[in-house]
């Protein structure tokens, strides 16, 4: 345990996180307007899942406040608070049983970026940003909130910059300015929690041209506000699979997220139009959520790395020579993700006197993760074998006749019963939608392939490289 000292009875429960959740917000399920998500026969999992947040311990010094808040929201100032930073992020992530708690991770990434930013933008254009942000910071820290971020645009024709897009609304944009606020338009895809969390928290998604200044916005707004609509993603790796184990416990899921004409005051705004800053909000989020990443990303690793293990046990084959080099693969997966938060955490950049997470180990750790989970899924499938592919169905092994030849037939090294519910989460986790889903998050979330290497070239000093080769072809 990182925090020694017992949970603050000052801050929230789950359960009045859970009750908050019946607020009038608009969120809809296969087709159908849902009413209670907390109480929804299959989102309430995920509503469960960012309420076992509450259950962590998270309390951590906040010196701005002079109290104590969940960690998530302490502005990290050292490489001693980044490392902090990454120890409940994977303490949570342990806590959900391996799958990442984004409800205070991801929104508290934007608002560390936002906090070094805000500054630079308020000196070149008399903004209000930085005390707007945090007194922001502040009200969520204080009330203890969970906040989604809305980053990812729809994006429309991806060779065309927002202004060209010939639907405006594929970026979220300001449509009108008022003297209480501004008006805005727009989605946001694949947004995490978005229905179960209490604030939504956009920034943009890219760098911003002058004539994409509309399109150049950062805001936050309660789930409830009107005009905000939420499209759930289905949730195949529950509906549909009666043998799922892990989905039955924790998922997260994301929205398409619709602001149509949504009213937005001025204290929430925290960039309006200042297209030159649109850039460092998007890649300063980046970062700290790569950082994030690799940190959850390390202990979902325990997942696969676990499941393997004890797959390899049951089928007796622990000790064979390719077993323990697909188990190193497993391995080596987990450990350079951890790795990466460290040394991080370690060498951070100091700008504002807070601590960003060094970008080059922190892209270099998320691109090893981009490109190397299909690795993991061969290994792990590999290592069960085709009955991945032929498992029976759970009321085949509950049916009287059918279930004593399956007890028996699936014995290995251990016994059919057990051996079948380690073989159910290899499945659930290698080869069904659930598989399928962490791929497409293994490879996009928090930042394609690209974007990762692009952080790695864009700013790598060559200089020290370059000058030992040069040394070598100089004669001397
Ligand atoms: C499970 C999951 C959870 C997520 N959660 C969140 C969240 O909570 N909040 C949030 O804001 N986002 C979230 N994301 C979004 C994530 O950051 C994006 O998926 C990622 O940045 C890729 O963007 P995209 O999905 O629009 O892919 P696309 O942009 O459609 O990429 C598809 C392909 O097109 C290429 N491409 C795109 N544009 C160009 C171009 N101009 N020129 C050449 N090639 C191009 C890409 O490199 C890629 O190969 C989540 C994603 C997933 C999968």
């Given at each position: 345990m990182i925090w020694e000292r017992p949970l603050l009875s000052a801050m929230r429960s789950r359960e009045q996180f859970l009750a908050s959740l019946n607020d009038g917000r608009e969120a809809y399920y296969r087709g159908q307007r849902?009413?209670?998500?907390?109480?929804?026969?299959?989102?309430?999992?995920?509503?469960?899942?960012?309420?076992?947040?509450y259950d962590v311990p998270r309390e951590l010094r906040d010196p701005a406040l002079g109290q104590d808040v969940s960690g998530y929201f302490?502005?990290?100032?050292?490489?001693?608070?980044?490392?902090?930073?990454?120890?409940?992020?994977?303490?949570?992530?342990?806590?959900?049983?391996?799958?990442?708690?984004?409800?205070?991770?991801?929104?508290?990434?934007?608002l560390a970026a936002m906090s070094v930013i805000a500054p630079k933008i308020d000196r070149k254009h008399a903004t209000p940003y930085a005390a707007r942000v945090e007194a922001y910071r502040r009200r969520v820290a204080t009330e203890d909130l969970t906040l989604a971020l809305a980053q990812t645009d729809m994006k429309g024709d991806r060779r065309r910059r927002p202004h060209e897009q010939p639907d405006p609304d594929m970026y979220v944009h300001v449509t009108d300015v008022r003297p209480e606020g501004?008006?805005?338009?727009?989605?946001?895809?694949?947004?995490?929690?978005?229905?179960?969390?209490?604030?939504?928290?956009?920034?943009?998604?890219?760098?911003?041209?002058?004539?994409?200044?509309?399109?150049?916005?950062?805001?936050?707004v309660p789930a409830a506000t009107k005009g905000l609509t939420f499209i759930v993603r289905p949730i195949e790796e529950l509906e549909g699979n009666d043998q799922a184990i892990l989905a039955r416990s924790d998922y997260e899921f994301e929205t398409i997220t619709i602001f149509d004409q949504v009213f937005v005051p001025w204290e929430r705004v925290f960039l309006c139009r200042e297209h030159e800053f649109a850039g460092a909000v998007a890649i300063g989020f980046a970062t700290y959520h790569r950082f994030t990443a690799v940190s959850y990303r390390a202990a979902t690793a325990n997942l696969y790395l676990g499941t393997a293990s004890l797959v390899a046990r049951t089928n007796g084959i622990s000790e064979a020579s390719h077993v323990r080099d697909k188990m190193l693969r497993l391995v080596l997966y987990k450990e350079v993700m951890r790795m990466s938060a460290l040394t991080a955490a370690q060498f951070p950049l100091m700008d504002e006197g807070q601590a960003i997470p060094n970008p080059l180990y922190t892209?270099?750790?998320?691109?090893?993760?981009?490109?190397?989970?299909?690795?993991?899924?061969?290994?792990?499938?590999?290592?069960?074998?085709?009955?991945?592919?032929?498992l029976p169905a759970r009321s085949d092994f509950e049916n009287p006749v059918e279930g004593p030849y399956l007890a028996k037939y699936l014995?290995?090294?251990?016994?059919?019963?057990?051996?079948?519910?380690?073989?159910?989460?290899?499945?659930?986790?290698?080869?069904?939608?659930?598989?399928?889903?962490?791929?497409?998050?293994?490879?996009?979330?928090e930042g394609s392939v690209e974007a990762s290497k692009m952080a790695i070239l864009r700013d790598y000093d060559l200089t020290e490289a370059e000058t030992l080769v040069e040394g070598l072809l100089t004669p001397k």
């Open positions: 849902v009413d209670s998500i907390a109480e929804h026969p299959v989102l309430r999992i995920a509503a469960e899942h960012a309420a076992k947040l302490v502005l990290p100032r050292s490489p001693a608070e980044l490392l902090a930073r990454h120890r409940l992020v994977y303490a949570t992530t342990m806590a959900c049983h391996g799958v990442f708690n984004i409800s205070q991770a991801i929104g508290s990434d934007a501004i008006v805005v338009s727009g989605a946001k895809a694949h947004t995490t929690q978005a229905a179960v969390s209490d604030e939504i928290v956009v920034i943009p998604t890219r760098a911003m041209s002058e004539k994409d200044a509309d399109f150049a916005v950062a805001f936050a892209n270099i750790g998320k691109l090893y993760s981009n490109q190397n989970f299909s690795g993991v899924l061969e290994a792990l499938v590999d290592l069960s074998g085709g009955i991945l592919a032929t014995a290995a090294a251990e016994d059919g019963p057990r051996r079948t519910e380690v073989l159910r989460l290899a499945k659930e986790l290698g080869v069904s939608s659930f598989a399928g889903y962490m791929m497409a998050l293994m490879i996009h979330a």
